[in-house]
């Protein structure tokens, strides 16, 4: 098999894989079934299922790398710029919503430095320009606010409600609170 059709074979595994296991639960013969390969070809390339949902989460944090790089958080508003992370955590993450459901993560050292640090820089240019409450670090506000994200996909409120609407939402409740808006 040349490089090139491994390649792509194992995107089309990941591909499937990534639909499958978002819509619920699938055997690995499921989804070796659903990408068109036999089961010897998908252990080959997974010989685990561990394995294979570790390399969802690196295709993952790839995707989510780009975006956030993609996203120009250093030409925006701060506030514009956690509207923007909220918008591509969503739409990323409801690709591999089975990997939040899961609890699996990129390797931590890597995920740092492609992803927490530009997320960083956000709030503490939130901090730094008063937009923020000072009460708190920029890592603790990051924190709350990538747990507000998980809950969001957790409850599937980007399939309920749509990634814009969604994203728009928890921008607002991270900013503004769960307090009741006047009408």
Do not use: C, K, W
């Amino acid at each position: 098999m040349s490089a090139t059709a491994h390649l792509n074979t194992r995107g089309a595994i990941l591909e499937t894989a990534a639909r499958l296991l978002t819509e619920g639960d699938a055997s690995m013969v499921e989804i070796a079934e659903a990408a068109g390969v036999g089961r010897a070809t998908l252990y080959r390339h997974f010989p685990t299922r561990d394995a294979l949902l570790a390399a969802l989460a690196v295709q993952a944090l790839d995707e989510i790398a780009q975006r956030v790089a993609d996203a120009g958080l250093e030409q925006t508003s701060v506030i514009e710029g956690i509207e923007r992370l909220a918008r591509v955590f969503l739409t990323v993450a409801d690709r591999y919503v089975v990997l939040v459901r899961e609890r699996v993560r990129p390797e931590p050292d890597e995920a740092e430095r492609r992803v927490g640090g530009p997320l960083r820089a956000v709030f503490e240019r939130g901090l730094r320009e008063g937009v923020l409450r000072s009460d708190l670090g920029p890592q603790a506000q990051l924190r709350l606010f990538s747990s507000l994200v998980t809950g969001a996909l957790q409850a599937g409120l980007q399939r309920e409600l749509g990634i814009e609407e969604t994203a728009a939402i928890l921008t607002s409740f991270f900013l503004e609170g769960a307090r009741a808006r006047p009408l």
